[in-house]
């Protein structure tokens, strides 16, 4: 008995775009989390501490946000290669069957 299997290849393209906007987002993200200790200084030496504690919070976080998006790019690129070798089997079917 054989398995039907139905692979919609413009859908699994889509998901790999999604993907990649999400990952860019992720990308933005942890650029903003990093950035969010600047200007220290400015707020006096309670300040700085704090700023600095968040700071380094916020490059933990942003190290997680970052491996995320390298997940979700990495992602998009399966996906890609993998509608391509739905369409390439397909293909292949297609020239064995005979009309």
Do not use: C, K, W
């Amino acid at each position: 008995m054989f398995a039907r299997l139905s692979v919609d290849t413009d859908t699994v393209r889509g998901y790999g775009r999604a993907a990649s906007g999400h990952a860019a987002t992720l990308h933005d993200a942890a650029s903003r989390l990093t950035a969010a200790a600047d200007g220290a200084a400015a707020f006096g030496p309670v300040g700085v501490r704090f700023l600095t504690a968040l700071g380094r919070a916020a490059g933990d976080d942003a190290a997680a946000v970052t491996g995320l998006g390298g997940t979700l790019a990495a992602a998009r690129e399966a996906a890609l290669r993998s509608a391509q070798a739905y369409d390439g089997a397909d293909a292949r079917a297609a020239t064995r069957i005979a009309l």
